[in-house]
């Protein structure tokens, strides 16, 4: 099997940050080069070349073409110079390891938090959350419409902890563009047959224009609760 193994970031939105090693022994962020900035890859070149030491065995279960794209930029957000991507030290470079790198450089995190600020929530947030909640326990699945981009993250994570301190259930959540859909299975199961009707219902509607006569009540919209 190739080495599949992609390079060590973090996402935060929309971007990534490499976990980045200096001479010392904190892992810092680096983000990706701006366009008019020179961008140097994960890893340096010569660790790179198929040989025996062990920086060059240490990338063998990673893809090479992803450590090798110059991308990044030349600093770490606090702003020193970085040697490579972290990485494995040991032998076992090749298992598939459930290890975690993560940040610990204080000044990297204190300015990625400045990068990506918390949203300030609508009023309407709890309420919101405490709606969806209650249409998950009763209907094992809820849909909140135009859900504003900050506020994703912010309502899967209440709802998801609300739901299994309510329920003693797991949830899954997907979004599809600004509709946030939550998904709780061993409740969903007791109503499939009424979602079922009610999508064959909308089908029907869709393809006569008659209005749709079953109720959704699962199927919710932010603007009717949130302040503006
Ligand atoms: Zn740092």
Redesign the pocket.
Known sequence: MAPSREVNVIPVGDEEFLL?V?AGE????SRAAGPDETARSAVPGRHLRRGQTTSQMRWRAYNRASLAERRWAET?????QWIAMTGHEGEDADEPGDEAFA?T?????A?MDKLFPEPVLNDQFALIAQIITATVAEHGYAEMHNVPGDHHAALRKQVRSAVRQRTGHGLQTLVHESMVIFICEPISKQHAAERERAAAEAMNSVLTGEPTLMPTPWRLSWDTWADS
């Open positions: 980045t200096t904190a892992v810092h962020l770490t957000l606090c702003g020193r940040p450089c204080r000044r990297c995190l300015i």
